[in-house]
């Protein structure tokens, strides 16, 4: 066994108890240097190890720590190199993804955190990410496509956390244009697609997809209350579920097209489809049916008066 894993293993064995760096070396028979070192490396996956004074280190209870080790073991061999970061907090992943993407991360670089302290979503609203009870990711993707082809990876990223979801709660989650994942009538999962392109020619140079999923939370702040749900309860880790979110959406290849069974299962676990919604236009709230999603992802809303709006941004609400 890796010595990273015997000693995620001793402190499992013992967990909520102080072990000195010491005894940790002699009953492994390593170095302290070597045990402190990994216990750093355990600390930037997300392990809650507290040091103690001089008294040494002890796991704090947690009941589903993100692991680097156990994500990639749960992955598709295809994709056992991937770079993924894991930090136990970060103001946010999109940002943290962002910061790496110019530096020249790859496609495919994935950033998870246990906690968010600035995590958002579309309009800069807040995303609540309070610490171990949801999944925080940035996924940074290259794919070659102009800017308008963009709102495909944010489609067909939905479509594939639906079935994820699916497989995962026998319940049949739907979409909520544009890409807000319901389980009943309740969010459980927003997506912030954010995308850099070349100023002359509007190519894509990268996107960062961020993808929010509240996943053990019982109990949500008053103004989260009525809108939002949880996958809980829950026979499975954070980690499995990321393994799972993360084998279908790294397939998305950097050279990504239109797909039109995308759009036809887009549009069948859509929520608003035939639905009553109010949008905004001109600072006016106005009412219409939502009667399709065309193949730009607009959606294609009559109004009372017979007319016909396509809307390409913004939201509804049902
Ligand atoms: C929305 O609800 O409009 C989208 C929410 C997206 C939240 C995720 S959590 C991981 C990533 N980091 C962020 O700050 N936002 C996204």
Request: proline letters at 3%.
């Amino acid at each position: 066994m890796e010595l990273k894993q015997e000693v995620l293993a001793l402190f499992m064995n013992h967990h909520d108890e102080v072990i000195s760096g010491q005894e940790i070396a002699n009953r492994l028979s390593f170095s302290r240097t070597a045990i402190w070192k990994v216990i750093k490396q355990l600390r930037e996956e997300g392990y809650p190890i507290e040091s103690i004074g001089n008294k040494g280190y002890r796991l704090c209870q947690v009941r589903d720590p993100l692991s680097r080790d156990l994500i990639i073991k749960a992955l598709h061999s295809d994709y056992q190199k991937i770079q993924l970061e894991i930090y136990p907090q970060v103001d946010s992943t999109n940002t943290r993804a962002k910061v790496r993407a110019i530096e020249g991360a790859q496609h495919g670089h994935v950033i998870l955190a246990d906690e968010q302290t600035r995590g958002h979503g579309r309009f800069g609203r807040p995303f609540y990410s309070p610490k171990g009870e949801g999944l925080y990711m940035s996924l940074i993707l290259r794919p070659q496509m102009h800017l308008s082809q963009s709102v495909y990876v944010t489609m067909q990223v939905a479509v594939l956390i639906c079935r994820v979801l699916e497989r995962l709660t026998h319940q049949a989650p739907s979409i909520k244009w544009v890409n807000d994942i319901y389980l009943g009538d309740k969010k459980v999962c927003g997506i912030l697609t954010e995308a850099v392109t070349d100023f002359e020619t509007g190519q894509v140079q990268y996107m960062i997809l961020g993808i929010g999923l509240n996943v053990w939370n019982e109990e949500f702040p008053d103004e989260l209350k009525q809108i939002a749900t949880a996958l809980t309860p829950l026979k499975t880790t954070r980690n499995e579920i990321c393994a799972a979110l993360l084998n279908e959406v790294l397939p998305i290849s950097s050279s990504f097209s239109f797909d039109e069974e995308i759009l036809v299962e887009y549009k069948r676990r859509s929520n608003v489809l035939g639905k009553t919604v109010e949008f905004v236009k001109n600072r006016a709230p106005i009412e219409g049916v939502a009667e399709d999603i065309d193949e730009t992802g607009g959606l294609i809303v009559r109004l009372q008066n017979g007319e016909v709006e396509t809307l390409h941004s913004g939201e509804v609400s049902i």
